[in-house]
């Protein structure tokens, strides 16, 4: 009955092919690839560059892109190596459940609940401030009472409820429309990359990395933990600002890791899932470097708008129907980000439920949709309230601690997993390992120092909760813990 009780590899996978929790394998290279890089591209290109040019990194934002690429390409070979070994649904709570424990499983899957579900609040938000400014452009004006930043999101409700419902049709024709709307938002960032270089003024790019200079905030709350630790002056720009912008546009890049969530339904995970994981990433990172050139090109960072920052910078610079265009893009843009948090989520439930330490009747699979319906639903109108209602402006940081949090916790589980079952066939083995998912370990760690200690203190308290519930059900009712109940089949595996 202990706590680090692990789940066996082959058990792992034979419980996928229980018929009442067993998900429709219909997922490609391609799919895979598009729901990754409509989950990738959103917010935080759209949002989040602006705003780390202006208040933390200037022009060197681009480096800021680039460190927090190469720690998300680090995890991702993680991530690539336990998909292809272990093509079952729910992502790292899945891959640490084989081989760091069932405690550790759970900590994991809850830090998933939290970046998935309040990604998927934050970027509805983000999806409704875009619409804003699209129908502005076109002359209607969305009633105040209603409109982004009001007390209640309609938009945003809404936004949450019709993508619930494609959702919840099925994975594949969720797909679809997905890799229309990708499409599309690719269009719109390599328009934003060609039509802004024409823009550009190489004495925007002067300083590159300016100087530091004392943060404009006092408050400890606000200062990265680190500094807050060593009692270092809290600061922006200069080298500290490049790593502490790196911890916000980190936000750009989560979603690549949603990829595994679906590594049940994928017709050859083997060979798909690397190539869906890791071609999502190089393609984001390029696309995104080029972005943020372009962007600290045209404008002066400290003149860059924070909260559309590519529409503002075309307006700024005299073309108020490319801005039309770019929020056009972006609301399609940030509608696949939304859809595809909606689904990661659902996968990782469904797989907790599967274990039984959250009720299994929740993961109970639709027949005729080929997906866990109630998960689906609830998760939907649980996100749709949270974007509707709650002030989600500075938790970006909150969706990235949890992030880093399971990317830490999968780095360490490879070379651990490797220890413990060297006879395992891995169809993608992480290069130089152990020494690379260290040193993937070791980066997460330092961008999770970076974050701010009331990101921290939140933290603290999701976990709590999550230890709360994990020692009041889950431990006593989990697989594991062979205490099956009527017409269910406990887990045959050792603790």
């Not at 609040?121 to 982004?148: C, K, M, N, R």
């Not at 972005?291 to 700024?316: C, I, N, P, R, W």
């Not at 220890?419 to 083995?429: H, S, T």
Request: with cysteine; net charge neutral.
């Amino acid at each position: 009955m202990s706590v680090m009780r692990t789940k066996s590899i082959e058990q792992t996978i034979r419980e996928g092919d229980e018929p009442e929790y067993q998900l429709k394998k219909r997922l490609t290279a391609l799919d895979l690839t598009v729901f990754g890089v409509g989950v990738v591209i959103g917010a935080g290109i759209f949002t989040v560059a602006g705003r780390a040019a202006s208040e933390l990194a200037g022009p060197a934002v681009i480096i800021s892109f680039i460190v927090a690429a190469i720690c998300c390409a680090l995890a991702a070979l993680c991530y690539a190596e336990f998909a292809s070994s272990i093509p079952v649904s729910g992502s790292a709570y899945t891959f640490s459940y084989a081989s760091l424990g069932e405690l550790v499983a759970w900590i994991i899957g809850w830090d998933l609940l939290l970046e998935l579900l309040l990604g998927a609040s934050v970027v509805a938000q983000g999806w409704s401030a875009y619409l804003g400014i699209f129908l502005d452009h076109l002359g209607i004006t969305i009633p105040e009472s209603v409109a982004y930043g009001s007390s209640f999101d309609l938009p945003a409700f809404l936004l949450v409820l019709a993508l619930t419902v494609l959702v919840s049709v099925g994975i594949k024709e969720s797909l679809r429309v997905n890799m229309a709307l990708v499409a599309l938002k690719i269009f719109i960032v390599l328009f934003v990359i060609f039509a802004g270089l024409s823009y550009i003024k190489t004495s925007n790019y002067s300083p590159f990395i300016p100087p530091s200079l004392p943060s404009k905030s006092g408050s400890t709350m606000e200062q990265p933990l680190v500094e807050a630790l060593f009692g270092f002056a809290p600061s922006a720009f200069g080298i500290s600002g490049i790593f502490a912008a790196a911890s916000l546009v980190f936000f750009a890049y989560i979603g690549f890791d949603v990829v595994a969530t679906t590594a049940e339904e994928a017709k050859n995970p083997a060979r798909d899932l690397p190539r869906g994981i890791l071609g999502s990433l190089v393609i984001c990172t390029v696309l995104y470097c080029a972005t943020a050139l372009v962007l600290t090109g045209m404008v002066k960072y400290d003149q860059l708008d924070k909260a559309g920052s590519l529409a503002g910078a075309f307006e700024q610079v005299g073309k108020p129907g490319y801005a039309t265009l770019i929020s056009a893009g972006a609301v399609a843009g940030l509608t696949t980000v939304v859809m595809t948090l909606l689904i990661g989520s659902s996968r990782v439930v469904f797989a907790m439920s599967r274990d039984w330490l959250l009720p299994s009747g929740l993961g109970k699979v639709n027949r005729r949709t080929g997906t866990p319906l109630k998960i689906t639903i609830g998760l939907g109108l649980l996100v749709a309230i949270v974007a509707a209602v709650t002030p989600v402006g500075k938790l970006e940081f909150m969706i990235n601690i949890g992030t880093l949090t399971a990317f830490f916790l999968v780095s360490i589980a490879v070379p651990v997993l490797r220890k413990r079952r060297p006879d395992f066939e891995r169809p993608f083995r992480v290069p130089f390992s152990p020494w690379l998912p260290w040193l993937s370990a070791a980066i997460c760690a330092y961008l999770m120092f970076t974050l701010p200690v009331e990101t921290w203190i939140r933290f603290v308290i999701w976990m709590a909760l999550g230890f709360l519930i994990y020692f009041v059900y889950g431990y006593r009712r989990s697989r594991l813990a062979g205490e099956a109940r009527e017409g269910e089949v406990p887990s045959m595996t050792s603790t």
